[in-house]
């Protein structure tokens, strides 16, 4: 079979619910991934972040068969070994807390929503979120979701979200009501353009949540992992949150999510009944979500991530000073982005035809975000894509 009849399939059969690009991927290592006619790809945006580790590591793929060959699924209402110890391993690299498994962000972000309002036992059920965030298409996380274009459609949205402006600490604090039980936030809005709260917002929110009792909750799907150098972003700002979620790369490449939530505030909040998810949590996805916390350690991938990602930022601006397009390059650790003055399509297009996989979002932000396994010589490789994508897409853009 062919590309183009894969997309007479999906033309017949698919709910056309995303942009598809014209590549049929069909196997993966690492940051190289194969399409179905043979041609080789640089994989910077390893399935939205999914593929932290890269494509089919060993760890992951060694306990999915492993797990596989003894029983794939059980019910909730039994004990499971690797659930429990999936849970141990996340509150000792986080906080002492306890998790809740899912099978995504967003069913996450709707645990982390209802569990807020639970926790306000009805007189306090307003959550702050901020424009330009991003937290899943399911109803109560489209409404969290401050985006025009996300929400436009599906109204009337669950009510009780008021929105704040991201690195404002002003517009969060008129935001606070007597009604407000969270304040719920990505430390880097990955959809939202890779942007990355500063130090004294973080700070800032922590000691209004705490004057007002108001739970701080991080959505860490997208940075949790390591990608950003440490296991958790918020563990860059010295502080820690009552809440967090976490998908994408938790699994390694499987699908699985998780609400975490501080002992602090845990107890007496959900009891059995209170919420629930057929699949969460199952025996397969948290054999795997156990072979990714083994390969961070073993292979020292939070390190690598740190050195790795300052070097493909310090590439990144080495673009935005030779083309005038390049209006900011930004980054921490492995989830780093150009900002451009036009919109970026034209690049990532350009950049795919010479064998290079990136992201744009918000039309005018590329986000580059390889998996924390990606080598040097791979970093060197993309840039030097990109720069030929640059000079290919923006021929009137002048070297500065």
Not at 300 to 318: F, Q, V, W
Request: glycine share 10%; proline share 4%; charged share 20%.
């Amino acid at each position: 079979m062919k590309t183009k009849e894969v997309q007479s399939l999906y033309e017949k059969f698919i709910l056309p619910t995303y942009t598809q690009i014209p590549v049929c991927l069909v196997k993966g290592k690492g940051s190289r991934v194969w399409d179905l006619e043979g041609n080789e790809y640089l994989d910077f945006f390893p399935g939205w972040a999914v593929s932290a580790l890269g494509h089919c590591h060993p760890s992951v793929v060694s306990a999915v068969k492993k797990q596989a060959s003894k029983i794939l699924h059980i019910s909730n209402n039994f004990l499971n070994l690797k659930q429990a110890q999936l849970a141990q391993e996340i509150s000792n690299h986080a906080f002492p807390a306890k998790t809740f498994f899912c099978n995504s962000g967003a069913e996450a972000a709707e645990g982390a929503i209802k569990f807020a309002r639970k926790f306000g036992a009805g007189s306090r059920y307003e959550i702050i979120t901020f424009r330009k965030s991003f937290h899943g298409r399911t109803m109560g996380a489209v409404a969290a979701t401050a985006q025009d274009k996300i929400q436009n459609g599906f109204q009337p949205l669950l009510e009780g979200f008021r929105y704040a402006t991201f690195n404002d600490l002003d517009s969060v604090k008129a935001a606070v009501t007597d009604k407000t039980i969270g304040i719920f936030l990505e430390p880097i809005q990955g959809e939202g353009g890779v942007q990355i709260a500063t130090e004294e917002f973080i700070k800032g929110l922590r000691y209004l949540c705490d004057l007002r009792k108001i739970l701080l909750m991080f959505d860490e799907v997208q940075t949790g992992m390591g990608r950003t150098g440490k296991m958790f972003a918020f563990q860059h700002y010295g502080v820690e949150p009552e809440v967090m979620t976490l998908a994408k790369a938790l699994g390694g490449g499987v699908p699985i999510g998780a609400l975490v939530i501080n002992d602090k505030v845990a107890k007496g909040v959900f009891g059995p009944g209170s919420h629930g998810s057929t699949y969460g949590g199952n025996p397969l996805v948290t054999a795997a979500a156990l072979g990714v916390f083994r390969a961070i350690k073993k292979d020292g991938l939070l390190k690598k991530s740190k050195d790795m990602g300052a070097y493909l930022l310090e590439k990144l601006s080495g673009l935005k000073e030779k083309f005038s397009v390049i209006t900011d390059a930004r980054g921490l650790g492995l989830m780093c982005a150009l900002e451009l003055s036009q919109p970026g399509a034209p690049v990532v297009d350009a950049a795919r035809k010479k064998g290079l996989l990136i992201n744009c979002t918000q039309d005018k932000v590329l986000r580059i975000m390889p998996a924390m396994t990606v080598s040097k010589k791979q970093v060197d490789k993309a840039v030097k894509i990109l720069e030929e994508s640059f000079q290919e897409a923006y021929a009137e853009a002048k070297a500065v």
